[in-house]
C-alpha cells in the first residue's frame, strides 16, 4: 500500500492541526496504521496507532494523549490524526506508517511509509 502524508505546517503553541494519510494501491483492512514523529535532533518516536477493522484499537503516546486523537474515514481509505493543545515539543517530521504486523509497526519495521510532513509549533 501507498501512503500519501499531508496536512502539517507551523502553528502558534496552543492551537490545532490534522494531518491526513491516505492510501493508495489497496485498503487499509488487515492493517495496523498511525502515526510516528521525529524531533529535530531526536530519534523516531510512536505517537498513535490503530487497528483498521478494530475501533476501539487505539493507542497514544503518554505525550500526546488526550490532546491528539486518531481516526479513520473507510470510505475515503485514509487516516487522520488530529492534534489540539499543540507545544514546541511537539515540533517534528510526522510520518504515517502502515503494516499487517503490530509487532512490525510498533517495532518501526513497517512494509509502508508516508513521506513525512512537517508540524512546527512556535512558542
Known amino acids: 500500500v501507498q501512503l500519501q502524508a499531508s496536512g502539517g505546517g507551523l502553528v502558534q503553541a496552543g492551537g490545532s492541526l490534522r494531518l491526513s494519510c491516505a492510501a493508495s494501491g489497496r485498503t487499509f483492512s488487515g492493517y495496523t496504521v498511525g502515526w510516528f514523529r521525529r524531533p529535530p535532533g531526536k530519534e523516531r518516536e510512536f505517537v498513535a496507532r490503530l487497528r483498521w477493522s478494530i475501533s476501539s484499537s487505539t493507542y497514544y503516546a503518554d505525550s500526546v494523549k488526550d490532546r491528539f486523537s486518531i481516526s479513520r474515514d473507510n470510505a475515503k481509505n485514509t487516516l487522520y490524526l488530529q492534534m489540539n493543545s499543540l507545544k514546541p515539543e511537539d515540533t517534528a517530521v510526522y510520518y504515517c506508517?502502515?503494516?499487517?504486523?503490530?509487532?512490525?509497526?510498533?517495532?518501526?519495521?513497517?512494509?509502508?511509509w508516508g513521506q513525512g510532513t512537517q508540524v512546527t509549533v512556535s512558542s
Open positions: 506508517a502502515a503494516d499487517t504486523s503490530t509487532l512490525d509497526w510498533m517495532s518501526g519495521r513497517s512494509d509502508s
